[in-house]
């Protein structure tokens, strides 16, 4: 893996200041560009007729991202997901090389399975703070669960052409739908920042339920 490459990439998103054009973007043009296809495969699960998406952009580095998928995913799969009323969507963005590297070796076990995929990053969350300690030990250890060699690892880390597409991806969601921090959520095109309890999210679910 092109370690400073990343490094260079996650410093100029640190440094970029957000752009405000004027008056905040209609929600279903946010929506539409949320929907946008992207460079990597959309981590998907639920019925794609769902009336209500959750997209959430985190990085596996993230403590919060992390609460959220062991607090609150569980529940809002059992309620809402498994049910048929949301379809949720997981996007990478990696706020350091060991984030981005979790998230290539996610990839690269799941093959585009997004039932895998989800189980992987659950262990990925799990053991956050072995990741961001000891990173090549973690990925070796997890790779090593999910049936991998040390050198199928080093592989996938080193897949250029899987870093730059998900560093075009963070750029489409830094620039285009303003995303500065993990977790943000997409519901039907708006923006919310920051962690929620389930709780507040199913207030912010029912409404759209209704419509």
Same mark, same amino acid.
């Given at each position: 893996?092109?370690?400073?490459?990343?490094?260079?990439?996650?410093?100029?998103?640190? =440094?970029?200041?957000?752009?405000?054009?004027?008056? /905040?973007? *209609?929600? &279903?043009?946010? #929506?539409?560009?949320? $929907? !946008?296809?992207?460079?990597?495969?959309?981590?998907?699960?639920?019925?794609?007729?769902?009336?209500?998406?959750?997209?959430?952009?985190?990085?596996?580095?993230?403590?919060?991202?992390?609460?959220?998928?062991?607090?609150?995913?569980?529940?809002?799969?059992?309620?809402?997901?498994?049910?048929?009323?949301?379809?949720?969507? =997981?996007?990478?963005?990696?706020?350091?090389?060991? /984030?981005? *590297?979790? &998230?290539?070796? #996610?990839?690269?076990? $799941? !093959?585009?399975?997004?039932?895998?995929?989800?189980?992987?990053?659950?262990?990925?969350?799990?053991?956050?703070?072995?990741?961001?300690?000891?990173?090549?030990?973690?990925?070796?250890?997890?790779?090593?669960?999910?049936?991998?060699?040390?050198?199928?690892?080093?592989?996938?880390?080193?897949?250029?052409?899987?870093?730059?597409?998900?560093?075009?991806?963070?750029?489409?969601?830094?620039?285009?739908?303003?995303?500065?921090?993990?977790?943000?959520?997409?519901?039907?095109?708006?923006?919310?920042?920051?962690?929620?309890?389930f709780e507040e999210l199913e207030q912010r679910i029912k409404p759209l339920l209704?419509?």
């Amino acid at each position: 893996m092109n370690a400073l490459r990343c490094i260079a990439f996650v410093a100029l998103l640190a =440094f970029t200041a957000p752009f405000f054009a004027g008056p /905040a973007v *209609a929600q &279903s043009a946010m #929506a539409a560009a949320v $929907a !946008r296809p992207v460079s990597l495969p959309d981590i998907a699960i639920g019925s794609p007729k769902a009336p209500v998406t959750i997209t959430e952009y985190a990085s596996m580095s993230c403590s919060h991202c992390a609460a959220f998928g062991e607090n609150v995913f569980p529940m809002l799969r059992s309620k809402y997901i498994d049910t048929g009323k949301v379809r949720f969507v =997981f996007r990478e963005f990696p706020l350091d090389v060991a /984030a981005a *590297a979790a &998230s290539m070796l #996610a990839r690269c076990i $799941a !093959r585009n399975d997004s039932e895998k995929y989800f189980g992987v990053i659950e262990t990925l969350f799990k053991l956050q703070d072995r990741l961001i300690a000891q990173t090549k030990e973690t990925l070796n250890f997890v790779g090593k669960l999910n049936g991998m060699s040390e050198q199928d690892v080093t592989t996938c880390e080193r897949d250029q052409a899987m870093l730059d597409k998900l560093a075009a991806d963070q750029k489409y969601a830094h620039e285009t739908l303003k995303v500065d921090s993990t977790p943000t959520f997409f519901l039907n095109g708006e923006r919310l920042k920051g962690s929620m309890s389930f709780e507040e999210l199913e207030q912010r679910i029912k409404p759209l339920l209704k419509k």
